[in-house]
């Protein structure tokens, strides 16, 4: 019967850690919780997500970075870049019409313009091209390289 106390500790404990390590800020943390309710991981948002905006019915969203933010894609170390707003569609498993976030391959600048999501991989849409990878590599949330303001 001690064990219960004990066991109720360690999972607070746990949730004061981990909001204590991976929110610096409410707004990520809410952010990060309706992505996971859509079936996404929370790495796919910079840490200087300032605000954001849902609409639950139609599934349009804003979202508003405190700057540009640069940011090495963990499996290939691709170079993406998110404008200050990013706009899309995001339902279940499929984020849409994505304006603000590019990617870097093939010596030039992309458009990324859409993510599906199937639980085990990320697949992202360039175009006509498109790439998956592990979800599981991106798990965290990633601060921006540097703190160039442009380019
Ligand atoms: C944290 O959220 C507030 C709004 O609640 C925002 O003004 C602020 O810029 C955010 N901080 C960071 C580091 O993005
Ligand atoms: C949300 O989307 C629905 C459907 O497109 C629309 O009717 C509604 O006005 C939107 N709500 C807001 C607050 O923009």
Not at 13 to 36: D, G, K, M, Q, Y
């Amino acid at each position: 019967m001690a064990a219960k106390p004990l066991l109720i500790f360690t999972i607070t404990a746990c949730i004061l850690r981990n909001v204590a390590v991976s929110s610096p800020n409410s707004t990520l943390t809410a952010a990060h919780a309706e992505l996971l309710e859509y079936g996404f991981p929370v790495g796919l948002l910079p840490a200087n997500l300032q605000a954001y905006d849902l609409n639950r019915t139609s599934g349009d969203f804003v979202l508003k970075l405190d700057d540009t933010c640069r940011i090495t894609l963990p499996p290939d170390n691709y170079l993406a870049t998110y404008s200050k707003k990013v706009t899309g569609k995001i339902v279940e498993n499929r984020i849409a019409g994505l304006d603000g976030i590019g990617v870097r391959a093939f010596f030039r600048w992309w458009r990324i313009s859409g993510i599906r999501s199937n639980g085990q991989d990320l697949t992202f849409e360039v175009g006509y091209i498109t790439k998956s990878f592990p979800s599981k590599d991106f798990d965290e949330s990633l601060e921006c390289e540097g703190k160039r303001s442009s380019s």
